[in-house]
């Protein structure tokens, strides 16, 4: 299986070749290669036709190369694995959420809302569970966020109840998100071993939708799935190399300054609607996610 071997030497050499770099300058490139990646492969999730046996075949994609990923690296230590547990069923979580709500709505609303609630959930689960204190400016980033995240929500008016199902998948996917870069970045710091703990990540979620996916449709699953193929593959290396670079990231950076950079995949997410979906960004959609990733960069700037 071709992919999945280019998958692993993707993964493999991002993170064996990213290892030996030191100094700062390397975590802001790897991250914002991650981020081009990471909009690219969810750019041609939701142009297969069949989004539920597109999912499928990245998952199978993150099973094969993770396999090959496992034998050549250590496992992760002991400490780590009760974050790795946690994480995987926030990922498999928002997969779902995810596959919902580009079943639902369109590519350039729904692809803010899930990236961009994520750092505004960072910051306001920090304050209210945590019991941390936002600073003056970064209130003002929660409050650019929450505006940009509106415009997004009602830029097509009011939505009405029709609406709502897709703008709470997109939302409840911002939640996951959340939930999974905390874990991940903390299981990968008491891991040893930044290969190991992607390479374990993505075998025991990976299976999980493709299951899913099965248990919904049977054999009717692979009715029509051949031209689907290539663009699930590639969309499972895509997807498997920009998180292996994320996590790497987050093995020698700052979580929330790595969180709030990865978002400008919001930009290029943008420009996928509209010059190959062929939607109408319109004046709205433009500014919201404008106001989004200008919020996350004020958050990020006033962070202490």
Known sequence: MPAVTAGAVAVAAATAAAGPVSGPAAVPVVVLAAAVLHAVWNGLAHRLQDKLVGFALINLVYTGCAAVLVLLNPLPAAAAWPYLIASVVMQVTSQLLLLRAYQLGDFGQMYPIARGSAPLLVAVLSVTVLGDELGGGELLGVAV???????????????GRAHLPALGAA???????????????????????VGGYVAWLFLLQGPVLALIAWARRGRGLLVGAGPLVP?????GVLSLTAYGLVVWAQSRGNLASIAALRETSIVMAALIATVVFRERLGRMRMA?????????????LARP
Not at 145 to 159: D, E, H, K, Q, T
Not at 171 to 193: E, F, P, Q
Not at 231 to 235: E, I, K, W
Not at 288 to 300: D, K, N
């Open 171 to 193: 939302a409840g996917t911002g939640v996951m998100i959340a939930a999974y870069t905390v874990l991940d970045g903390g299981g990968v710091r008491h891991a040893g071993t």
């Open 145 to 159: 966020i929450s505006c940009g995240l509106i415009g997004l929500a009602f830029a097509r008016g009011i939505p």
């Open 288 to 300: 919201a996610s404008a106001t989004v990733l200008a919020g996350i960069a004020v958050l990020e």
């Open 231 to 235: 663009v699930g593959l590639l969309g």
